[in-house]
């Protein structure tokens, strides 16, 4: 329930902030950080489409100061860049329209599944990796090409549809597809996964402002924005830094909570 006095009104602002650091940590690092600032959103009151929209706008300056800070990666990928952001907007401005036209429930009742799904490619990825490399006779990456291209551009659309209307774990699920389709690097794949939901975010917002002014809180867009972009510059600094294996864990872990959420909190 919502409260007026200036005491609540200072917490709770404070706790939308904090939340939104959180979330744009999380984000930079594994991804889900929604499943952090839309449920708080909820807990304060906000009705669902207002704290959607008022979340996905707030989100986007956690994934900038995050994508800048995945910078170095994000250089050896240009000609993959290329290929996956059209398809990602693409897919993020479709998801931001459906947003408007579909009830929220249309997609989340299959998130817990997706989430789960992306959790197992994230951990199959190595395997299918090396088995591979096994059949190339080599450990070199082979450039990504032919059906396993379109695989990944197709996906990346879908995804970015899903982010564009909800977008939890979008970050995972992205990790998840190209781990499996891919011979990048873990930490190539998370800058490009930070760039890929960012694109989406804005591209989703920017159709929120133009389309759903109504639905948008700007006081809660300023605090998670301010939150959000301190954790993505925090998140950065701190996801670079993990070996794989326990970037592959630290995935499995948030994933997990995040599907216990989605299911018995939802």
Do not use: C
Not at 186 to 192: R, V, W
């Amino acid at each position: 329930m919502r409260v007026d006095d200036d005491g609540s009104m200072w917490l709770e602002w404070l706790a939308i902030a904090g939340a939104g650091f959180w979330a744009g940590m999380i984000n930079v690092v594994v991804g889900s950080g929604t499943l952090v600032t839309f449920p708080t959103l909820l807990l304060f009151g906000y009705p669902p489409l207002v704290a959607n929209v008022s979340n996905n706008i707030g989100l986007v300056g956690g994934g900038l100061s995050g994508t800048f800070g995945y910078r170095a990666e994000l250089t050896q990928q240009r000609a993959l860049v290329r290929a996956l952001l059209p398809a990602s907007l693409l897919g993020g401005l479709a998801g931001a329209l459906l947003l408007l036209l579909l009830p929220p429930e249309a997609f989340r009742a299959i998130v817990p599944v997706l989430v789960v799904a992306g959790l197992v490619m994230v951990m199959a990825g190595p395997a299918v990796q090396r088995r591979a490399a096994r059949r190339r006779g080599t450990d070199e990456a082979a450039p990504l090409a032919g059906g396993r291209l379109v695989a990944v551009v197709g996906g990346v659309f879908v995804l970015g549809v899903y982010g564009g209307y909800f977008g939890a774990a979008q970050g995972i699920l992205i990790v998840g597809l190209m781990s499996v389709l891919t011979a990048e690097t873990l930490q190539s794949i998370t800058g490009l996964k930070n760039l890929l939901t960012t694109g989406v975010n804005a591209i989703a917002a920017i159709t929120f402002v133009l389309v759903a002014r109504d639905s948008i809180n700007w006081v809660v867009v300023a605090l998670i924005a301010v939150g959000a972009t301190l954790g993505g510059l925090a998140g950065a600094r701190f996801g670079r830094r993990l070996p794989p294996h326990v970037l592959r864990g630290l995935i499995l872990v948030v994933g997990s909570v995040a599907v216990v959420n989605l299911v018995f909190f939802d």
